[in-house]
Nanobody
Framework: QLQLVESGGGLVQPGGSLRLSCAASGFTLRYSAIGWFRQAPGKERVGVSC????????NYADSVKGRFTISRDNAKNTVYLQMNSLKPEDTAMYYC?????????????????????WGQGTQVTVSS
């Protein structure tokens, strides 16, 4: 069964940090571009960051530039999203998505990713 599983979410105070993980089972992430998305209550899902299969290309939403860092460890079949200086407006459900067979590009547009390569999400709550 092909599956993506997000983890690492939780409750954190403003200014704190979390590291989200996106782990794959049933397939290798080595040849996949990965995107991170988030959806706050009552709002549409938006792209946060992405990384190409090679790791050579990354992209960030303006709202998280300088605070979030995406990385990948192909040996662990996992992509990470390091989130620092968290703000209350970062509160959302965070999802990862994969697009297989694309080596040098990535996208923060959710329509770029096949619907069957999405995880179930991990909740991030930033509150004092």
């Amino acid at each position: 069964q092909l599956q993506l599983v997000e983890s690492g979410g939780g409750l954190v105070q403003p200014g704190g940090s979390l590291r989200l993980s996106c782990a794959a089972s049933g397939f290798t992430l080595r040849y996949s571009a990965i995107g991170w998305f988030r959806q706050a209550p009552g709002k549409e899902r938006v792209g946060v960051s992405c990384i190409s299969a090679t790791g050579g290309s990354t992209n960030y939403a303006d709202s998280v530039k300088g605070r979030f860092t995406i990385s990948r460890d192909n040996a662990k079949n996992t992509v990470y999203l390091q989130m620092n200086s968290l703000k209350p407006e970062d509160t959302a459900m965070y999802y990862c998505a994969a697009k297989r067979g694309v080596l040098i590009a990535c996208s923060t547009n959710e329509s770029w990713y096949p619907t069957n390569y999405w995880g179930q999400g991990t909740q991030v709550t930033v509150s004092s």
